[in-house]
């Protein structure tokens, strides 16, 4: 390893730039001159990968506004926000990609939010939720949503364990809201 890659790994794989940085404002005692150059380092690209998206089907089905709402709760946060709540639940439209989000205090309240946001979507443009897609956390399959499904005719999809690619929309704004905040 070279004393430019030990310096890069004792600082917690810190970027070439902010490396140069603190040498050149002498920061850090003993650091070596660096100049511009790039770190090889398998932990940082291994870090960097995500996994694989399932392949797309090039026969997408043409989709209504509400036929297909992707849903996914985040969570808990480390930090408690003002409002006191330390999750996050998101409901996605297949077809516009417009997402709603709603901040929760516990899991359990997730049934009751998804209730109101089915009364609120509906009432707002005439049209009715059909499907359901998230994953298989206990939140989505409690005996009170399955009979609440059939009572409403919603079709529930749910992911493969441990394969959040199958329920990329929501994931992706997972990622999408916790880089904002």
């Known amino acids: 390893m070279t004393t430019k ?29 660096l100049k511009h150059y790039h770190i090889e380092c398998e932990a940082c690209a291994l870090g960097k990968q995500h996994r694989e ?6 026969e997408k089905k043409q989709r209504e506004i509400l036929e297909l709402i992707h849903i996914d709760v985040y969570g808990p946060m480390q930090t408690i926000s003002i409002c006191g709540t330390r999750y996050f639940m998101i409901f996605v439209d297949d077809k516009s990609r417009f997402t709603w ?4 205090r516990k899991k359990s309240d997730v049934f009751e939010y998804f209730k109101e946001f089915k009364t609120m979507v509906e009432k707002q443009t005439g049209k009715c939720i059909k499907i359901h897609r998230s994953d298989q956390g206990g939140e989505y399959t409690s005996g009170a949503f399955d ?3 059939k009572n409403n005719g919603i079709i529930q999809q749910f992911t493969i364990s441990s394969a959040p690619q199958q329920n990329g929309v929501a994931e992706r704004n997972n990622k999408t809201f916790i880089f904002l905040g």
């Open 5 to 33: 890659e030990l310096w890069h790994c004792r600082y917690g794989h810190l970027n070439q730039n902010d490396l140069v940085i603190l040498q050149k404002k002498l920061m850090v005692e003993g650091i070596p001159i």
């Open 53 to 58: 998206e399932f392949p797309v089907h090039t």
């Open 101 to 104: 989000v709603c901040f929760i």
């Open 147 to 149: 009979i609440y499904y």
